[in-house]
């Protein structure tokens, strides 16, 4: 599966953004979709992740109740909204698709390209 991510920006703290990220290729709907982030010098980060139905959601702490992941298996593309979005939140988002479900980035078999938020007044 190719997945292509898109939506990120310039916001500022407390604002609001939604990322997306479509996928082509085999059966999307198969797949556990992901979102994950990074910072220069840093690991890649776990943020959200929802199961092939989209009736599992899990979150990274730093993010919940501020993040909501969704998924639309009839367009192929899975979301994460970003809502009250901090300084601390600015880094590279990366979609990922797993067979199983996972908060490890190493499950994850097929990744976007990434697209950069940077939340700044």
């Known amino acids: 599966v190719q997945l292509q991510a898109f939506g990120g920006g310039l916001v500022q703290p407390g604002g609001s953004l939604r990322v997306s990220c479509a996928a082509s290729?085999?059966?999307?709907?198969?797949?556990?979709m992901g979102w994950f982030r990074q910072t220069p010098g840093k690991e890649r980060e776990f943020v959200a992740t929802i199961n092939r139905s989209g009736a599992i959601t899990y979150y990274a702490d730093s993010v919940k109740g501020r993040f909501t992941i969704s998924r639309d298996n009839a367009e192929n593309t899975v979301y994460l909204q970003m809502n009250n979005l901090k300084p601390e939140d600015t880094a590279v988002y990366y979609c990922?698709?797993?067979?199983?479900?996972?908060?490890?980035?190493?499950?994850?078999?097929?990744w976007g390209q990434g697209t950069q938020v940077t939340v700044s007044s």
């Open positions: 290729g085999r059966a999307f709907s198969s797949y556990v």
């Open positions: 990922a698709a797993s067979r199983v479900v996972s908060t490890f980035s190493s499950d994850f078999e097929y």
